[in-house]
């Protein structure tokens, strides 16, 4: 495997000159999410493939929307805690944050379609249902830092590493290195000469990180009753992308240089900080189709096909080192703005799904999803040849995948139901040390009060991941970062 390409602090490496930019791990990032969903669904381990009746519909299994028989609205407001645990060098550190968004929200219009007198109204095409949702799919939030005391590299043999490769031209890291006096040329036994870092083993390091955006939808849905067994749905989805991500590297410690005449070693005291911004924006469409069979009346299976999202995206990224030597004035440079538009096509999804009904206890429900994430494709654009690094990145690095989700509902009266749910989101890498599985657990209540509802839902989520904090090949330093996500959602719905 190509570790380079798995080196998760850079954002992207963009080529304000002479090097090159990388956005295979945007699209994978671009390509992930679940389906949109009311709390009910949640709780449920989001297992709503083959439930049907539910506003999740709009944004799920569309051919669920044949189950409705009356009109009905609700709104899903969300509260996510992210939180992160990092190891660096044997140093653990703790990050969070909270951020209120709207999860959902849909309404479905019931349409009964015209029978002619005399007619067997349970048989035949019953109900044409159509609505419209808004769903997140993705969030993006959080924060995350780790620091330790490095004793075997620099940052600086990066900046070397870069100098080597692509030259000091002005914008370029390399440059930026060798103009702070952060790398110097130095010959080479056999002849010739090559950039090397002028620090000292030993540095403290430190990381933070900020990411914030998410991944957004409106589906305009219609689902289709055919004598109360056979349901179909279509729905078409509009998405939106917002990412942003800025990131700081600093490091302290000691450069030494040979500097005088005759040439002596002389050691200075230094700090430097290497930062990124990314800044990320794109629309995309898709398309889904449904269907949901019911064999006997407690049986229900359900299927849903999910075409490629095709993403214009607009990308806008920068980079720049600044540095203090013996606490004398700061030096600043940067790559200024590297813009590019590019097209983004994700994987098919393909989700299947069961639900049984136990008479008027409650029911149990359970999907699988794949999703091949190495069909996910970046098409090439002017300055930009994907084909060349990220394409082929994307086939060898990650992999398909299947999500599991199972969940069940129990009515304790009349008007109260239980809930709870587990589901699996398996790993896009090939190589789950960098990234793992995410778990998720889920329970909730549900309140019906005649024409109105109420439903509260928690979920906790759980994962592991690899931070490389820059490229060395195989002694790249490295991060472990542990990441949990514990939300809230509330949805309030009325049927009329």
């Known amino acids: 495997m190509k570790l380079r390409y798995l080196l998760s602090v850079i954002a992207i490496v963009a080529f304000t000159q002479n090097t090159f930019a990388q956005y295979s791990g945007d699209a994978i990032r671009f390509s992930g999410g679940q389906p949109g969903s009311t709390s009910r669904i949640k709780a449920v381990g989001n297992a709503g493939t ?105 940052i600086n043999d990066y900046f070397a590493g870069q100098a080597n490769q692509f030259g000091i031209d ?8 060798y103009k702070q006096v952060l790398i110097d040329n130095y010959n080479v036994s056999g002849g010739g000469t090559a950039y090397r870092s002028n620090s000292l083993p030993g540095v403290s390091q430190e990381y933070f990180s900020e990411k914030q955006g998410g991944l957004s939808s409106v589906d305009f849905s219609f689902g289709a009753n055919y004598s109360n067994k056979l349901y179909l749905g279509l729905a078409l989805s509009f998405s939106d992308l917002r990412y942003n991500s800025y990131n700081t590297f600093y490091e302290d410690g000691t450069l030494s240089r040979q500097e005088g005449n005759p040439p002596a070693d002389v050691n ?79 994987p098919w999804k393909v989700a299947g799904g069961a639900a049984v009904f136990i008479k008027n206890i409650g029911f149990i429900t359970g999907d699988v999803e794949y999703v091949d994430y190495t069909s996910a494709h970046l098409s090439n654009s002017n300055g930009y040849d994907a084909d060349y690094i990220d394409n082929p990145d994307i086939k060898s690095i990650y992999r398909s995948t299947v999500n599991a989700r199972i969940g069940a509902e129990i009515k304790a009266t009349n008007f109260l139901s239980l809930r709870g749910g587990y589901g699996i989101m398996g790993s896009p890498n090939k190589d789950k040390s960098i ?40 002694a790249s330093p490295a991060a472990l970062l542990r990441n949990y996500n514990n939300n809230a959602y509330l949805t309030l719905g009325y049927r009329f």
Do not use: C
């Open 50 to 154: 083959a439930l049907g009746g539910d506003l999740s519909n709009l944004t799920g299994n569309p051919a669920g929307l044949g189950f409705f028989t009356r009109s009905e609205i609700s709104i899903t407001p969300e509260l996510d805690g992210a939180k992160t645990n990092s190891n660096y060098f044997n140093n653990v550190t703790t990050d969070k944050k909270n951020t209120f968004n709207l999860a959902h929200a849909g309404i479905v219009v019931y349409n009964p379609l015209t029978k002619a007198r005399g007619a067997d109204k349970t048989k035949g095409w019953l109900s044409l249902n159509y609505g419209v949702g808004f769903s997140r799919t993705n969030d993006y939030y959080g924060n995350f830092n780790y620091k330790g005391s490095n004793p075997s590299s620099s």
């Open 268 to 346: 200075r005291s230094y700090t430097s900080a290497y930062s990124q911004s990314q800044v990320t924006r794109g629309t995309g469409f898709s398309a889904r189709l449904g269907a949901i069979y019911k064999p006997v009346e407690a049986l229900r299976l359900g299927v849903t096909v999910t075409s490629p999202t095709f993403y214009n995206i607009d990308d806008i990224y920068s980079e720049g080192i600044s540095s203090s030597i013996n606490n004398e004035v700061t030096k600043r440079d940067g790559s200024g703005d590297y813009q590019l538009n590019y097209n983004l096509r994700t």
């Open 170 to 177: 002005q914008g370029s890291l390399g440059g930026m290195a």
């Open 435 to 474: 990234v793992s599985d995410v778990k998720t657990v889920s329970g909730g209540v549900g309140l019906r009060f005649g024409s109105y509802y109420v439903d509260a839902t928690y979920t906790h989520s759980s994962g592991d991941r690899t931070q490389f904090a820059y490229d060395l090949g195989t």
